[in-house]
């Protein structure tokens, strides 16, 4: 069924697990993801970044925004687990409204390049909105960028916890995602993954809110290879492990964002079998594989979070 995003995060949070979102642009990556959360017994969480709106929409956002929750909701009405549909890292305001107008299950307001004062006034007010609708708010403090070894530079980019503090206390949002050292895309880390646990287990204490953990592929590197083999070159390329992730949910993550990882698993298979039949042109055809690699890292990633039959 189709449920308010707040339905399977507050659950979450209570009991100490982790939820994948799921970031997808097109039918085929929710296709996969649902059949893996479906077979797992898992709540799914989708999520579409203001690209994948426009992209959807061919530039009509409001279209977009209809799309996604149309197909969302087409499935989700008969499936058996909860199933919510998230903007991810809304900055303009317009499209933030177009996503509660089409039925958004969530939003997230992504105001952390502002100061702390602008960031949480223009979050305030977007929960205000969302709130009236019964759409429930993520919003973000500090900035994703990798932690170095130097105590200065990672107060500048990591969440501040008295900030955290006042920011939840004040800006009545549903869910939080603290800046503790990960960062989006394929290279996260160029030696050790290093998070902030410390910084995250004062955030959650503080705030006791669903956390959130953006940045969070693990880059598996058996898709990787995968595409590598077949001409695809991601060199250098490193993520956070999975018993980093589940170090993070011991700690408070609840809703764990990944797209790099669907992204890569996908090329892979897409790689694989084009390589495989020059003779194929069906579609139909040529992205099974990549939809079943998808698939597997979907439900591989239930299995590390602990949200398998949590419905
Ligand atoms: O946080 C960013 C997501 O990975 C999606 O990014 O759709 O803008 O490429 P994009
Ligand atoms: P990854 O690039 O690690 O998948 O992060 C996705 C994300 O944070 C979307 O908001
Ligand atoms: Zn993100």
């Known amino acids: ?117 602008d960031n949480l006034r223009i979050t305030k007010d977007v ?8 759409v429930s708010v993520e919003a973000e403090l500090g900035q994703l960028a990798g932690i170095e070894d130097n105590v200065e530079a990672a107060e500048n980019v990591l ?4 900030q955290a503090e006042k920011f939840c206390a ?13 960062s989006h895309g394929a290279f996260k880390f160029k030696g050790e993954a290093k998070l902030d ?20 592929s693990s880059v598996v590197q058996e898709y990787v290879k995968i ?6 070159d991601f060199g250098g390329s490193k993520g ?3 018993d980093v992730l589940k170090e993070t949910v011991k700690f408070g993550i609840n809703k764990v964002n990944t797209d790099t990882d669907l992204r890569i698993a996908y090329i892979a298979g897409l790689r694989e079998y084009l390589d495989n039949d ?10 099974k594989v990549a939809m079943d690699y998808t698939k597997q890292v979907v439900m591989d990633r239930i299995d590390i979070l602990g949200s398998a039959g949590k419905i």
């Open 278 to 287: 020059s003779k194929q042109f069906d579609p139909r055809k040529y992205y």
């Open 159 to 162: 969440v501040n916890v008295d």
């Open 197 to 216: 646990y410390d910084r995250l287990k004062k955030v959650k204490e503080i705030t006791g809110k669903p956390l959130v953990l953006h940045g969070a």
């Open 127 to 134: 929960a205000r909105i969302a709130h009236a609708a019964g």
């Open 170 to 182: 004040e800006s009545e949002i549903d869910f939080f995602a603290p800046a503790i050292g990960t």
């Open 1 to 117: 069924s189709y449920v308010n995003t707040r339905e399977i995060l507050d659950k979450a949070s209570k009991e100490y697990y982790g939820v994948a979102a799921f970031n997808i642009n097109n039918l085929e990556f929710l296709q996969a993801i649902l059949a893996g959360a479906a077979e797992k017994k898992s709540p799914a969480i989708i999520e579409t970044s203001e690209g994948a709106i426009k992209y959807a929409g061919m530039g009509d956002y409001f279209k977009g925004a209809r799309i996604f929750v149309n197909m969302v909701k087409e499935f989700a009405n008969d499936l058996d687990i909860p199933v919510a549909l998230h903007l991810d890292h809304g900055k303009d305001f317009n499209i933030i409204m177009a996503c509660i107008k089409a039925g958004y299950s969530s939003v997230m307001i992504d105001a952390s390049h502002y100061d702390f004062e």
């Open 227 to 232: 595409a590598e083999e077949h001409g695809a």
């Open 240 to 242: 956070v492990p999975s």
